[in-house]
């Protein structure tokens, strides 16, 4: 945890670097610190250091870190695959959803939504690898799902997001985050406002942002690695 501190500041000189290489500025890429398997002390950590989206994969290791740290403004984001019996609850405790990929769990998500709650900001997860065993729609189905999540009226589709497979080739890194960004861009041709491209993590950030990344997301290189 006391190193929580530095780690977060190099995260964020490697943000403000790869953004000035690619030509954009700083602000155009949110940091979402991923505290998957972390304890709440962990969180506090970075909150103390300005931080305030949070991303969990777990709704059940979520949800005590959440209710602990009420007090807290913090910006929780579940990154994690959606299942149908946990839609509610997660619509109910998150801002941000990162990982639809069926319109059953975004009708669920918005039917749970409370009323009195802003819209539950959501992207679509895109399945770039073709591996069966990750979450996302494929590209040829994501305009027809992309319209239909974007009508359901107690949700606001952001964007986009990918998990490719990891990799430290740099051509092959750029090459996914483009295919990505070129997704995004033809949903806005369609008539889609979407201001979000969920990608990028601790490897290959660099690689994201030069590909047009406005938010990425970073957890080994800010809390250590999982225990």
């Known amino acids: 945890m006391n190193e929580i501190p530095q780690r977060l500041a190099e995260v ?4 403000r670097a790869a953004a000035q290489a690619a030509g954009r500025r700083a602000d155009e890429v949110a940091l979402l610190a991923v505290s998957k398997t972390k304890p709440a002390a962990d969180i506090v950590a970075a ?11 777990y709704l059940q290791d979520a ?5 602990a740290l009420a007090d807290l403004a913090i910006e929780w984001h579940f990154i994690g695959r959606l299942q149908s019996n946990k839609a509610a609850e997660i619509s109910r405790h998150f801002a941000w959803v990162h990982g639809i990929d069926q319109h059953k769990h975004a009708a669920r998500l918005s039917d749970h939504r409370p009323m009195q709650a802003p819209p539950l900001q959501v992207c679509i997860q895109v399945n770039l690898s073709g591996e069966a065993t990750k979450g996302g729609v494929q590209p040829a189905e994501l305009p ?9 009226p107690r949700l606001r589709l952001r964007g986009l997001m990918t998990l490719p497979s990891p990799t430290t080739d740099l051509a092959t890194q750029h ?3 483009a ?12 008539g889609l406002e979407l201001d979000t491209l969920s990608m990028g993590m601790s490897a290959d950030m660099e690689a994201a942002i030069a590909e047009g990344s406005t938010m990425v997301r970073i957890g080994t290189d800010i809390f250590g690695a999982r225990g």
Do not use: C, W
């Not at 909150?47 to 994969?57: D, I, V």
């Not at 949800?63 to 209710?67: A, R, S, Y």
């Open 12 to 15: 964020r000189r490697r943000i």
């Open 47 to 57: 909150y103390r250091e300005g931080q305030r989206q949070f991303g969990e994969n």
């Open 63 to 67: 949800m005590p870190k959440v209710d």
């Open 144 to 152: 027809a799902l992309a319209h239909v999540v974007a009508g359901l």
């Open 175 to 177: 090459a996914v985050f």
């Open 179 to 190: 295919q990505l960004r070129g997704l995004l861009e033809d949903l806005q041709h369609r």
